[in-house]
């Protein structure tokens, strides 16, 4: 099937990501079904994408005449039948291994031959989750970051089955909703983003847990200066532009002070243990207290939205 036939998406899974990307297809006009397991869990989904539209419409991101298109073109049905005519299928249920499986060996006898088969999982195996699937060609992972409306990535990871044609037709479809596809070519734990991201964690934790710098400053350096570059060059454009013949002496001699380290270190751990998790529980790195974490939460999705606005006008 080619993309410009694709019209109707299915969604399995209304929670955070199930809904934000059903937004993003209903946007678009495509008639978008979405299924969960219960009447209250869709109900809280319908909810959850009208606070999203409320956010947009403050921040000039959407019209009002988009927000009635969104909100006409979203179906929530507990019926997984309700897919026998989508085009596209996207999971987006919990993050377990043994569900997923069982969840595509029902909806595989449900759907059309040709309708194209995606996981958002965050770090599963795609060829574990279409273990039970029999056409693998179709089936896809399609990683979507949180909050999925706002931030461009999309990952489409390939399984050792995805075929070519699947890969090129759903590049082109996330390109034409708005998304910044990446194609990760090899079905490796946290596929290209999480791997970079995770790689910057682990080396913030052992500065921290060295004694280099404060929780702040250890933000700060990030934000204001390889946070800068990112939004506009990648590292390895970075390293072009700084020469390579430079990258390549520092490289020499800093890769064996970085941490390679295979474990949490002992401050995430401790955090960990003692319940502070973070802008959930009122504690992290740093304290939320006292309406701290709204005021955290609110900030953030400001300044996504102020930074998406940029995006889009580069795009001009
Ligand atoms: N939250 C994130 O930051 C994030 C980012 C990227 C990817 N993901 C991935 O997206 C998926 C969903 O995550 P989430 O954060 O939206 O979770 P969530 O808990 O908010 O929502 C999952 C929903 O799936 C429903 N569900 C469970 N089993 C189901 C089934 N068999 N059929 C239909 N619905 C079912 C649950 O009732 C729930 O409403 C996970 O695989 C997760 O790893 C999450």
Redesign the pocket.
């Given at each position: 099937m080619k993309f410009e036939n694709i019209n109707r998406i299915g969604i399995?899974?209304?929670?955070?990501?199930?809904s934000g990307i059903a937004l993003i297809f209903a946007r678009k006009g495509f008639e978008v079904q979405v299924?969960?397991?219960?009447i209250s869990?869709l109900e809280d989904?319908r909810r959850l994408v009208d606070i999203f539209n409320q956010t947009l419409l403050n921040e000039g991101l959407m019209t009002k005449e988009e927000e009635e298109i969104v909100m006409d073109n979203i179906q929530y049905t507990l019926d997984?039948s309700a897919f026998q005519d989508c085009d596209l299928i996207i999971e987006?249920?919990?993050?377990k291994m043994d569900?997923?499986q069982?969840?595509w060996k029902e909806v595989e006898e449900i759907v059309k031959p040709d309708a194209y088969l995606a996981?958002?999982?965050?770090?599963?195996s795609i060829d574990g989750i279409s273990e039970k699937v029999r056409d693998k060609s179709r089936f896809i992972g399609m990683?979507?970051?949180?909050p999925?409306h706002i931030v461009p990535l999309v990952e489409l990871i390939k399984g050792d089955s995805t075929s070519e044609s699947t890969v090129t037709v759903l590049r082109s479809l996330m390109e034409d909703i708005g998304k910044k596809p990446v194609v990760v070519q090899k079905d490796v734990p946290g596929f290209i983003g999480n791997r970079i991201q995770f790689a910057a964690f682990r080396e913030a934790l052992h500065i921290l847990q060295e004694g280099v710098g404060t929780p702040e400053d250890i933000d700060n350096a990030m934000k204001y200066g390889p946070g800068f570059r990112y939004p506009i060059m990648g590292p390895l454009e970075t390293s072009d532009m700084g020469g390579l013949d430079t990258f390549y002496y520092i490289s020499s001699y800093l890769f064996k002070s970085l941490s390679d380290g295979k474990e949490p270190t002992e401050k995430l751990q401790e955090l960990m243990e003692s319940g502070k998790h973070g802008v959930k529980s009122k504690e992290g790195f740093y304290d939320y207290s006292d309406g701290r974490d709204e005021e955290a939460i609110k900030r953030r999705d400001k300044m996504f939205l102020k930074m998406l606005k940029h995006i889009h006008m580069e795009d001009k």
């Amino acid at each position: 099937m080619k993309f410009e036939n694709i019209n109707r998406i299915g969604i399995a899974g209304a929670g955070t990501m199930g809904s934000g990307i059903a937004l993003i297809f209903a946007r678009k006009g495509f008639e978008v079904q979405v299924t969960d397991l219960s009447i209250s869990l869709l109900e809280d989904s319908r909810r959850l994408v009208d606070i999203f539209n409320q956010t947009l419409l403050n921040e000039g991101l959407m019209t009002k005449e988009e927000e009635e298109i969104v909100m006409d073109n979203i179906q929530y049905t507990l019926d997984k039948s309700a897919f026998q005519d989508c085009d596209l299928i996207i999971e987006a249920i919990v993050e377990k291994m043994d569900i997923k499986q069982d969840f595509w060996k029902e909806v595989e006898e449900i759907v059309k031959p040709d309708a194209y088969l995606a996981t958002n999982t965050s770090g599963l195996s795609i060829d574990g989750i279409s273990e039970k699937v029999r056409d693998k060609s179709r089936f896809i992972g399609m990683h979507f970051w949180n909050p999925p409306h706002i931030v461009p990535l999309v990952e489409l990871i390939k399984g050792d089955s995805t075929s070519e044609s699947t890969v090129t037709v759903l590049r082109s479809l996330m390109e034409d909703i708005g998304k910044k596809p990446v194609v990760v070519q090899k079905d490796v734990p946290g596929f290209i983003g999480n791997r970079i991201q995770f790689a910057a964690f682990r080396e913030a934790l052992h500065i921290l847990q060295e004694g280099v710098g404060t929780p702040e400053d250890i933000d700060n350096a990030m934000k204001y200066g390889p946070g800068f570059r990112y939004p506009i060059m990648g590292p390895l454009e970075t390293s072009d532009m700084g020469g390579l013949d430079t990258f390549y002496y520092i490289s020499s001699y800093l890769f064996k002070s970085l941490s390679d380290g295979k474990e949490p270190t002992e401050k995430l751990q401790e955090l960990m243990e003692s319940g502070k998790h973070g802008v959930k529980s009122k504690e992290g790195f740093y304290d939320y207290s006292d309406g701290r974490d709204e005021e955290a939460i609110k900030r953030r999705d400001k300044m996504f939205l102020k930074m998406l606005k940029h995006i889009h006008m580069e795009d001009k």
